[in-house]
């Protein structure tokens, strides 16, 4: 399994500036809002889902905001959608469910971002290991996931 280490020497492979913030043990967006002071708009909340078809397709929300299935299997072009497993979280990203971060996977996975995200410079997403929260640039997860704005979100 991949944790913060690996996430981080990834990144500084990239030469991608980020911090890795160590905190108590946080599984939800309001958690780790008040973990580490912040605005709960500035935590973004990295979410695997399935197509019919099988292709893993990562979703990244903004941490009060949640995903229109519907709508997005729509927009994708799948009659279903579904949320992955933590097994299947584990096996297609390399990290453990709850620790998911938004880049540094093991495997290349399509990536669409909410488009509120972009009023953030930076944001506190899943650092790879439970009571880590990764501080990293909303260009640089664009850059490195070469991912797509979404307006699938509620």
Known sequence: MLTDIELGEFLKSRAIEYEILKHGHSYRADEASRELGIDIREIVKS???????????L??????RRVEQTKLAHELGTRKLRLASKEEVARIT??????????GHKNAIKTLIDNAVQ???FVYAGGGTIGASLKIRVSDIIFL????FTECMH
């Open 94 to 103: 390399g990290y453990e469910a709850g620790t998911l971060p938004p880049v």
């Open 145 to 148: 996931q070469n991912a797509k």
């Open 47 to 57: 979410v695997l889902f399935i197509t019919a078809e099988g292709t893993a397709v």
């Open 59 to 64: 979703v990244i929300v903004r941490g009060d």
């Open 119 to 121: 009023a953030e410079k």
